[in-house]
């Protein structure tokens, strides 16, 4: 018996992912709620807007789809184009560029300073996606909600500025920021009721700061000089710590 083999030529043709399919993979493995495919969110504009600045280009580096998505989603969140200062946001693929960005040596964001820029709105979580950021300011705005979980996956940030906006609570996730050392949240007047563990971790906090809390917290509320005593605390927590070392 004599067995003849055909062998048939099959042609295999590898497509490469195009762009946008990449930018997509790359959010949704770090969002999978996919919201940035939802019409009419932040998310989708932002995502969109990532999609047609990048064209079809062979290179996509991870970092940098992930910090200027959370940047444009805080721009769409937060009305952007009616921001006091919004230079270079949303015109080039070089978030350095953008106003109030300051990036790393290699290209990192490491600060954010967008004080008093009539930002309005919540922050979104997708703000997280900055994982080298150091220092963050949106202090003077019209910033509505809470200080997310999210904050805790930024775990490089030493600088939180969040005063004088309509923020109305923190999350506890914020004692897991361990190289914080310096958080101003004070004229936020509609803050509700602020977590112990997240007192007890501010109290620690201005310990780091070399700021006495004791002789001088009472000394100044004897002076009335509140500019200076809730500096780095929130009000309804200041009042807690100076009742404990009261007593």
């Not at 042609?11 to 946008?20: E, F, H, K, N």
Request: net charge negative.
């Amino acid at each position: 018996i004599v067995f003849l083999a055909i062998i048939i030529p099959v042609s295999i043709t590898l497509t490469r992912p195009t762009t946008a399919e990449t930018i997509n993979s790359v959010i949704a493995e770090k969002f999978p709620g996919m919201e940035h495919e939802t019409g009419d969110t932040s998310q989708f504009y932002a995502f969109n807007w990532l999609t047609n600045i990048y064209g079809e280009r062979e290179i996509i580096n991870d970092r940098k789809i992930l910090s200027q998505y959370g940047l444009s989603v805080l721009y769409f969140n937060t009305n952007g184009n009616t921001w006091t200062k919004q230079i270079d946001w949303m015109n080039t693929t070089d978030e350095c560029s953008w106003y109030g960005v300051t990036c790393g040596s290699t290209g990192e964001v490491i600060e954010l300073d967008l004080s008093n820029n009539n930002i309005r709105g919540a922050i979104p979580q997708e703000i997280s996606t900055m994982t080298d950021l150091i220092e963050l300011d949106l202090s003077h705005n019209h910033i509505s909600g809470s200080i997310s979980d999210e904050l805790s996956a930024m775990a490089n940030l030493r600088k939180l500025n969040f005063t004088y906006n309509n923020l109305t609570g923190i999350s506890s996730s914020i004692v897991a920021l361990k190289k914080l050392r310096s958080f101003e949240m004070y004229h936020n007047e509609n803050m509700g009721r602020i977590p112990l563990e997240v007192i007890d971790f501010l109290q620690n906090l201005l310990t780091k700061d070399e700021q006495k809390i004791s002789e001088k917290l009472r000394s100044l509320v004897k002076n009335s000089d509140q500019e200076y005593f809730v500096r780095s605390i929130p009000n309804q927590a200041f009042e807690w710590i100076v009742k404990q070392s009261s007593e």
